[in-house]
């Protein structure tokens, strides 16, 4: 999701909405008789609904993703609007109804809880800015990753039958074998779905060093348009690798929000469960 023009007003509103709540806590703590508001008050009760409300919808995002896009729901776009600028407007409700204090233990944890779930939304939405133009800049033949394992296919099975036309035409045994051994080692090894740590065609410029050394070998036309192709192949598999590298970024954020977010919702039920019976 990109932070544009259009999220102006869910912006202001969040502000106006968050800023009102604080001052009107403060008017109250101002007016409240005996030294200003505490734990347990009405006041600081209806802050404390109003924030849980608003996590709950944004834990709601959840349950949207399976189902269908049945018309009453609205749009995902309006819900993830939602989510984004209602879950901070929820910390600082959160913050009035704790009266800025971290509480015992487990009000403690909570509210740590409840920064690292908002702390983590924060970096995932920064990285939703950011990682999508860097994937534009530095990936020139972007590729759907769904369709990986079917490219990488096709691109061995084009460069086997090239590499068999080419060592067919080498007379000289000592080529034969460099090629096959460049080939087989080093060059198809990198054309697989999973990765060779530490190839050297993981490096832009040691790769042309090395496709430019074996293209020394002597040999006919068959070797010279296989290594231009087989060069092209690898050029394009660290396009994708490097792809790859920043979709798993883009997503890996989510295996930190999202276990915080089930974590909230437990130690949420567990707070009202002992302010409701201790
Ligand atoms: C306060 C309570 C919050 C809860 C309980 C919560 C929970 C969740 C959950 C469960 C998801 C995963 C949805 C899914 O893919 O199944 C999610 C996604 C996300 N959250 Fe939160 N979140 C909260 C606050 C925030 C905040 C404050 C931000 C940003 C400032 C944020 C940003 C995001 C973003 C960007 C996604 C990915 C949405 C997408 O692109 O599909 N979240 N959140």
Excluded at 224 to 250: P, V
Aim: charged share 15%; hydrophobic share 50%.
């Amino acid at each position: 999701m990109l932070i544009d023009h259009t999220h102006r007003s869910w912006i202001v509103g969040t502000f106006a909405v968050g800023m009102g709540a604080v001052t009107l806590y403060f008017v109250l703590d101002y007016f409240t008789p005996g030294g200003g508001l505490r734990g347990g008050d009405t006041v600081g009760l209806w802050y404390g609904v109003a924030g849980s409300a608003l996590m709950v919808f944004a834990g709601l995002i959840s349950a949207l993703r399976r189902l269908p896009s049945w018309w009453f729901l609205g749009q995902r776009r309006v819900w993830l609007r939602g989510h984004v600028w209602l879950g901070l407007l929820s910390g600082v409700l959160i913050l009035c109804h704790s009266h800025f204090r971290m509480g015992g233990p487990l009000e403690f944890l909570l509210m740590v809880v409840v920064f690292l779930v908002i702390g983590s939304g924060i970096l995932g939405l920064l990285l939703q800015q950011f990682i999508p133009a860097l994937i534009r800049e530095q990936v020139e033949s972007e590729a759907p990753l769904s369709q990986l394992d079917e490219i990488l296919l096709r691109m061995r099975d084009q460069s086997d039958d090239l590499y068999s036309k080419a060592v067919g035409e080498l007379a000289d045994e000592v080529a034969r074998l460099r090629v096959q051994g460049f080939y087989l080692e080093t060059a198809r090894p990198w054309l697989s779905e999973v990765l060779p740590v530490d190839s050297p065609i993981a490096h832009a410029p040691i790769s042309r060093e090395i496709f430019a050394q074996t293209a020394k070998i002597q040999g006919g036309p068959n070797l010279m348009a296989f290594l231009t192709r087989l060069e092209g192949y690898c050029n394009e598999r660290r396009q994708l690798a490097r792809q790859q590298q920043l979709h798993k970024i883009l997503h890996t954020w989510l295996l930190i929000h999202v276990p915080l977010s089930v974590m909230l919702l437990i130690l949420g039920i567990a707070h009202v469960i002992t302010a409701l019976y201790w």
